[in-house]
């Protein structure tokens, strides 16, 4: 006995099913990539992040210790600059510590002979609309 059927096309069952199946396996692969994206995308924020702060600490190092840009007398505060490159802020401080307490010296030095030879630059790098978080990079310098 032959059974014999005259296939003319797809019937619409055939192809919600397809459509279906297709459906359940692309839906988890879309989600996966669309999150590798942002990931990527954050991980890239940061790495730009750090490397503007590591190359802003590279020129506090390659000045010397009595640099007018590293002055920070009579203010207990230090020096307070910002810098603003593209979408970034970058805002830097420099003041005088105690070598012993790593910390401010409890009378802080308001003229060159009071000096404590020993200052803490720190570059706070971050963007401007506050995503991609923040990166501290914190340097010692002395004479």
Request: glycine residues 6%; negative net charge.
């Amino acid at each position: 006995m032959k059974f014999s059927r005259n296939h003319q096309g797809v019937s619409l069952a055939e192809l919600l099913v397809s459509v279906v199946i297709i459906s359940v396996i692309l839906v988890p692969i879309i989600g996966f990539y669309n999150s590798s994206l942002r990931q990527t995308s954050a991980s890239n924020q940061k790495s730009r992040i750090k490397f503007l702060a590591e190359e802003e600490v590279e020129k506090f190092i390659s000045i010397g210790y009595r640099d007018p840009s590293l002055e920070c007398f009579a203010t207990t505060g230090g020096n307070i600059s910002f810098l603003e490159r593209q979408e970034f802020l970058i805002k830097t401080n420099v003041v005088f510590i105690d070598p012993m307490t790593m910390d401010l010296p409890e009378l802080y030095p308001v003229n060159e002979e009071d000096d404590t030879n020993f200052k803490r630059i720190t570059v706070s790098v971050s963007r401007k609309d506050g995503m991609g978080g923040q990166v501290n990079l914190v340097y010692y310098k002395s004479p």
